[in-house]
């Protein structure tokens, strides 16, 4: 872990490409003890499936597009400047509902959860993973997934 102050710039590449848009890793578990922050670039139509972290606090705030969040038994309808803060245990699932990609600061407390983003790229690169390895992928990861990940087509 790092003691120095961390500083990104934009040409710099930290972070990975999932489904052909970047996730770029602005602070991860090498920098601090608290936290992990990303700018996650959204697929239109993506969804990442319901799913529930046992640990893990997450945190959204949507810069650009429009995308619905399932929190709990609520439906949140977020356009730019919407925050969202999801403890542990509280089922969740995040779609871009526009046709256009969607972008969001996302914070994943305990940090390390950019392992399992390299973790997926890498598996996603190679085609479509099997079901079992996302399976095992996720639960090393701190997530149970309570439904599919799905993309409009």
Known sequence: MSAAPV????EQNNGVML???PMTFLVTGEDTRHTSMFDWTIPPGFATGLHV???QEETFYLLDGECAWHVGDEVIHARPGTFLFIPPGVPHNIT???VSPARVLMTVSPPGHERYFEELAQLAARG???????ADLRGRY????????????
């Open 96 to 98: 871009n509902v526009s």
């Open 128 to 134: 479509a993973p099997d079901p079992n390895v996302l």
């Open 53 to 55: 972290h046992r640990v």
């Open 7 to 10: 500083i990104r710039r934009p």
């Open 142 to 153: 701190d997530t149970d997934q309570l439904s599919t990940l799905t993309t409009r087509s």
């Open 19 to 21: 489904r052909g848009y």
